[in-house]
């Protein structure tokens, strides 16, 4: 894609930008004290549904962030080593369920708590990365303001999850003790080219978590509506 095509394409995006967000259900749960009182009153069933909206949203977002982010900095050899085993996913280690059979066969807790490690295994990073696009050379702020946009979402959607927890299984929250592992701050800053490949990984591992989140979610609906019949 040459240049010109991908500023017509950005401008494109950040015109449908304010449109693309302005269905989205609030999902703030903290009152003025930090505690998460507003979404106690909201009913399982609407919180459930506002929780899967807001995880539709955070993954929609990640692709555009990570396909923005690939034409813009990423050259074309270099976009088929991306998953290579020396930028593996920091969430590789989580025991989060893989394969379709395995992700059928989990109770509704671990899949709540399922989510919920993996909402918090990228809380960090996230703030770590747009920390790191603030000093890219020429990015554009679109690109900065959809990365602020997916970590702040990100902390809005834990806060959902926890209060849903607490409404279905009548528990409090498991610590999962990963939220800090992804976050790898090196005293030599790397070489150009490698930290913008390792932040393009970090971009495109995280849409993949995404997409298991909004799926973990909505099989989660389905069980509540129609137990047997979930694929």
Request: hydrophobic share 40%; aromatic share 8%; proline share 4%.
């Amino acid at each position: 894609m040459t240049t010109t095509s991908v500023i017509q394409w950005g401008l494109w995006v950040l015109l449908l930008w304010p449109q693309h967000l302005a269905g989205s259900t609030p999902l703030d749960c903290r009152d003025d004290q930090g505690n998460l009182s507003r979404c106690t009153s909201i009913s399982q069933e609407k919180l459930l549904d506002r929780v899967i909206h807001h995880a539709e949203l955070i993954y929609r977002v990640s692709e555009e962030l990570s396909s923005l982010f690939e034409e813009l900095f990423i050259p074309f050899p270099f976009r088929l080593q991306s998953n290579q085993a020396a930028y593996s996913c920091i969430t590789k280690a989580l025991p989060i369920p893989s394969s379709k059979s395995e992700v059928q066969q989990i109770s509704d807790k671990w899949l709540l708590h399922s989510v919920l490690m993996l909402v918090q295994s990228w809380t960090e990073p996230l703030i770590y990365l747009q920390m790191t696009m603030e000093r890219y050379d020429h990015a554009p702020d679109m690109l900065l303001n959809k990365t602020k946009w997916v970590s702040e979402k990100l902390s809005s959607l834990e806060q959902g999850v926890v209060v849903l927890i607490k409404k279905m299984l009548d528990e409090d929250t498991l610590a999962t003790g990963y939220s800090e592992q992804g976050v790898v701050q090196n005293e030599v800053q790397p070489e150009v080219l490698e930290s913008v490949l390792r932040d393009y990984t970090q971009l495109s591992c995280f849409k993949k978590d995404a997409h298991k989140m909004e799926t973990f979610l909505k099989l989660l609906k389905c069980r509540q509506t129609d137990k047997y019949n979930c694929a």
